[in-house]
């Protein structure tokens, strides 16, 4: 910290351009939200030397979803899924402790037994959380929801972390949607599963576009009578999450679940999203029944998604239920279909590889509003928000985490302005680049994609040593947690 603190002050003249309002003054970081990632981002520039204004609107005001007046409450779960170091999940949280996450060490602290994931008690670990952030000389809690950027900037802070959350107060996110665009600005998240190319049948699934005109940008599973009729009867009565009050209202105006169309009828479907016009199966030379269409999810076509999915059905029917469709009975699924409230911006289009806006990078935004998706991606992020403020401050060039770790892979994703219709991901290796050497069996790809984010982080880390990284720590693995003990998809999943 006095090394941080030394750097800081030596750098203040050579960032006197940018923060000339601040001469002879420690610099002034706003973070607007004390959630996962702002908590974090306000921790990693404090213990850097920076002083920090935190701006949590609870409890003076409260989010539909949070109950209490800690930072860091989870609103949900009380898990930060699996701790094999070789799933996604896993390497994302070994990546976090050699960079000394302030938050993922406070779930540490209060984890709880939960087998092969880290969970852990919910009150004791928001409670620790809190206490520390509140504790600490360079951090000042403000209890007061932001309404505008230019709030921030009168109070004299050279940079902004915004990190207001999927919740985001109502007037702060009509403030953004003005500064963005009403378009780089999404309220709800309604996206349907993806699954990772390598785990498709391809003796099933045909590839080709209604009555073979453009591109063939599709990939086709299709049912006959008998199969799709059970895959309906089984839709229809899979378990659904149930909503909340909040979540009730507008959700369904726009678009429905699928299971809701298949309510309405056992044809629906069939004439709606899974339509077989145009389309002959190759292996029966006749038109299918009906037939889902897989679009693919990136130029590698390593991950596709389900045209059409959008669900509320609960991960585990989902897993049960789409494994029914031809083609697809040892899918793997990257991400879940979901419906529900989410402040997040259309990340390809507004931010840059730091997660800066790009219409103000004096703005880094943090969270599950870039479009992350995840309690452990919104610290992650709160940290990347972090380094690159700290770096501004001290004049250091920005900082990218290197693709082929797991959250280098997903911010690089999400920026890519390739990336079309954007939808929130969490972290999986469906998207890191491919490995130099393919290597075809699932679980020892998992390991290498992990052992080469270990290396490229730790290359990082001693490359960049001045952003004075915090120590790294160890985080206790279950035995449970072993690579051994676990099969690669649940490790993806837990
Ligand atoms: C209903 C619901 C359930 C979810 N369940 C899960 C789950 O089980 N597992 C999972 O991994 N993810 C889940 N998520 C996603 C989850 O919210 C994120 O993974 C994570 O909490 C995001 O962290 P964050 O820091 O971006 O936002 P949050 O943790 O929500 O923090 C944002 C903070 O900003 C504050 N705030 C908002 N607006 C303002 C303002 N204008 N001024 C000042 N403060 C403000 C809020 O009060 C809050 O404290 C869920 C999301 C929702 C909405």
């Given amino acids: 910290m006095q090394a941080s603190a030394e750097k800081l002050a030596n750098a203040e003249t050579a960032t006197n351009a940018e923060t000339s309002a601040h001469k002879g003054a420690p610099a002034k970081v706003a973070v607007v939200g004390a ?52 799933s996604a999940a896993g390497c994302l949280k070994a990546e976090l402790a050699a960079m000394g996450s302030f938050v993922l060490r406070c779930a540490t602290k209060t984890q709880v037994p939960a087998g092969s994931a880290l969970a852990v008690d919910r009150e004791r670990f928001a409670a620790e959380v809190t206490a520390a952030l509140r504790a600490h000389p360079n951090i000042e809690l403000i209890t007061h929801e932001i309404q505008s950027l230019t709030e921030v900037q009168a109070d004299n802070c050279a940079y902004t972390i915004v990190a207001t959350g999927p919740l985001t107060s109502d007037a702060f996110a009509a403030h953004l949607a003005q500064i963005l665009g009403e378009s780089y600005l999404s309220f709800y998240d309604a996206a349907a599963p993806i699954v990772s190319a390598d785990s498709l049948d391809y003796q099933t699934l045909f590839a080709q576009s209604r009555y073979n005109k453009g591109s063939v940008d599709y990939l086709n599973a299709p049912f006959d009578q008998a199969s799709y ?13 149930i909503k909340r009050d909040f979540e009730k209202k507008e959700l369904f105006a726009a678009c429905q679940p699928v299971e809701e169309v ?13 339509k077989p016009v145009g389309l002959t199966n190759p292996a029966t030379e006749r038109r299918p029944w009906a037939a889902v269409q897989l679009r693919a999810e990136n130029s590698e076509r390593s991950a596709y998604n389900l045209v059409g999915f959008q669900t509320n059905l609960t991960f585990s029917e989902q897993e049960r239920v789409f494994r029914l469709i031809p083609g697809l ?20 289009l507004a931010l840059g590889h730091s997660f800066e806006l790009h219409k103000n990078p004096t703005v880094f935004l943090a969270g599950q509003l870039t479009g992350t998706e995840g309690y452990t991606e919104a610290i992650a992020s709160g940290l990347l928000a972090a380094l690159n403020v700290y770096a501004r401050l001290t004049g250091a060039a920005p900082v990218t985490l290197p693709p082929k770790t797991c959250f280098g892979a997903l ?84």
């Fill in 262 to 274: 298949a309510r309405l009828s056992a044809d629906a479907l069939r004439f709606g999203a899974l």
């Fill in 411 to 494: 911010v690089n994703y999400a920026t890519n302005p390739q990336t079309v219709d954007y939808q929130p991901m969490h972290v999986n290796f469906g998207i890191m680049p491919a490995l130099e050497t393919p290597i075809r069996n699932k679980r020892q790809r998992y390991e290498a994609y992990a052992e080469r984010s270990r290396l490229a982080l730790k290359e990082f880390i001693e490359q960049r040593s001045e952003l004075a990284f915090l120590p790294a720590f160890e985080f206790l693995v279950d035995e449970m947690a072993s690579p051994q003990g676990l099969s690669a998809n649940e490790a993806e999943h837990e």
């Fill in 329 to 348: 009975e040892q899918a793997e699924f990257l991400r879940f279909g979901v419906m529900h409230r989410n402040t997040f911006v259309n990340a390809p």
């Fill in 35 to 86: 959630g996962l990632a702002g908590s974090e981002a306000a921790w990693q520039l404090a213990e850097r030397g920076v002083s920090v204004k935190l701006y949590e609107m609870r409890p003076k005001q409260s989010s539909p979803a949070h109950k209490s007046e800690q930072c860091a409450e989870l609103v949900c779960s009380n898990s930060f899924k699996s701790l094999n170091p070789h």
């Fill in 229 to 241: 009729d059970a895959f309906i009867g089984e839709l229809v009565a899979a378990e659904r999450v």
